[in-house]
T-cell receptor, first 112, second 113 residues
Framework: NAGVTQTPKFRILKIGQSMTLQCTQD?????MYWYRQDPGMGLKLIYY???????DKGEVPNGYNVSRSTTEDFPLRLELAAPSQTSVYFC???????????FGNGTRLTVT | AQSVTQLDSQVPVFEEAPVELRCNYS??????LFWYVQYPNQGLQLLLK??????LVKGINGFEAEFNKSQTSFHLRKPSVHISDTAEYFC???????????FGIGTKLQVIP
């Protein structure tokens, strides 16, 4: 099993550009999440999904969008990138609401 | 609402010494708690979890944690650390029917040879 796979690993964007961070999992987990990690700030939840077709906002959703058309995939869309979105983004999945999270290796995004 | 406080941002400790990383949480409902470890340039990996039952939880790599409901704490301990334990450690709390896990800001453990 590959677990949770994120692409790309690194990306540099100019202000105002858009991009999609890809996340796929092969564990048949219903729950999927996007977090951002900033130094000294821990992880902040951006969006999460409890199953295909269902998404909801986390703590810091502004400037992002998600979709969940299949159980496996949970892409994160950045529209009109801003320097404040410079961060490391982690996708995670879990089997149920109180199960441990399985994390991808992250995408390091720089917006200049 | 739920929150997590990790009281120490950095903890230096000599190799083979014991270590305790502190975590306090707040929540108005029953909680489930996790400790994760993050090595450089990697995602987070589960160390251990508490869902219910015994308050002393054993995890991987010789770590253990004790759930203390009266003190709302879930401190992580290891009796003898190794160089390979140098990493960042995150405490996390979840509650309610939808898992919206809240993470602490992390504690960097630096093991000194």
């Amino acid at each position: 099993n590959a677990g949770v796979t994120q692409t790309p690993k690194f990306r540099i964007l100019k202000i105002g550009q858009s991009m999609t961070l890809q996340c796929t999992q092969d564990m048949n987990h219903n729950y999927m999440y996007w977090y951002r990690q900033d130094p000294g700030m821990g992880l902040k939840l951006i969006y999460y999904s409890v199953g295909a077709g269902i998404t909801d906002k986390g703590e810091v959703p502004n400037g992002y969008n998600v979709s969940r058309s299949t159980t496996e995939d949970f892409p994160l869309r950045l529209e009109l990138a801003a320097p404040s979105q410079t961060s490391v983004y982690f996708c995670a999945s879990s089997l149920s609401y109180n199960s441990p999270l399985h994390f991808g290796n992250g995408t390091r995004l720089t917006v200049t | 609402a739920q929150s997590v406080t990790q009281l120490d941002s950095q903890v230096p400790v000599f190799e083979e010494a014991p270590v305790e990383l502190r975590c306090n949480y707040s929540s108005s409902v029953s909680v489930y708690l996790f400790w994760y470890v993050q090595y450089p340039n990697q995602g987070l990996q589960l160390l251990l979890k508490y869902l219910s039952g015994s308050t002393l939880v054993k995890g991987i790599n010789g770590f253990e944690a004790e759930f203390n409901k009266s003190q709302t704490s879930f401190h992580l301990r290891k009796p003898s650390v190794h160089i390979s334990d140098t990493a960042e450690y995150f405490c996390a709390v979840g509650s309610g029917g939808y898992q919206k896990v809240t993470f602490g800001i992390g504690t960097k453990l630096q093991v000194i040879p």
